[in-house]
């Protein structure tokens, strides 16, 4: 190799040795790749719970009539005669027009079984049959067996679906929230001392509608007295009303 030859193979050495430095420089001065996402904020969430009974103060009760015609008119005529008096009978009590509500009216066909020459029974045509329900709203518990009574007298044959609530049940669901946010900041400083934290700010609250607490209306059981124009007995017992939250907090 001749001495010019030799000179610039040493140079391109050179060069090729100062790039690679310059690369490796470049290199270890570009910051660090993240690890991975940031840590979000600690939370705790907890559901809160209240419940509570209270006395009634109303009651809605379903008196019918049903009456038999042999046509479809005189059906009608028939059970409208006796729901007029029922429905007198409950204003005559002190029921007002709010508190008395058409539940339902119904017109059907009759049939009776009659046996048949070769000694079966099938169903004829027997007349028409009319129901009329009417929705009292009794206010005044301590009337509720009397007006029971008297709407028998005047011709209802049919009474149900008797349950008691309270006229403001809004107030009561109010309070009962208030208790259940109360009761789930207990159970989270709870759960929060044990796991050696504090409880920060509130971050949500939700209302599930699980929680709406609607009444657990009472079934009440009646029954006719033996002896003649006797009251009903009805008992209201009492309604339970319940709520529950769903509050998130941060912790420290």
Not at 68 to 92: C, E, F, H, L, M
């Amino acid at each position: 190799m001749s001495r010019a030859a030799a000179t610039s193979l040493a140079t391109l050495r050179a060069g090729l040795a100062a790039a690679a430095i310059v690369a490796s420089a470049a290199a270890s001065a570009q910051p660090a790749p993240p690890a991975g996402p940031p840590a979000g904020p600690r939370v705790i969430s907890v559901e809160g719970y209240a419940e509570i009974e209270v006395e009634p103060d109303q009651a809605h009760v379903s008196v019918g009539v049903s009456t038999k015609g042999a046509t479809p008119a005189a059906a009608i005529d028939a059970n409208s005669a006796s729901a007029a008096k029922v429905i007198a009978a409950a204003r005559k009590a002190g029921l007002g027009d709010r508190d008395i509500r058409t539940g339902s009216i119904n017109l059907s066909q009759a049939y009776k079984n009659v046996r048949t020459a070769q000694g079966n029974f099938e169903q004829q045509p027997d007349g028409y049959t009319v129901s009329n329900v009417v929705v009292l709203r009794v206010r005044d518990l301590p009337k509720l067996g009397a007006i029971l009574r008297d709407t028998v007298d005047e011709g209802a044959n049919r009474v149900s679906g008797l349950t008691f609530g309270v006229a403001d049940p809004a107030r009561l669901q109010d309070d009962l929230r208030k208790a259940a946010v109360a009761d789930a900041r207990r159970r989270a400083e709870m759960l929060a001392e044990a796991a050696g934290a504090k409880l920060g700010p509130v971050r949500s609250i939700a209302d599930p509608p699980r929680g709406q607490g609607r009444p657990m209306q009472v079934q009440a059981e009646m029954r006719m007295a033996a002896a003649p124009r006797a009251d009903v007995p009805v008992s209201g017992g009492s309604v339970s009303f319940s709520q529950s939250v769903s509050v998130t907090w941060t912790l420290e």
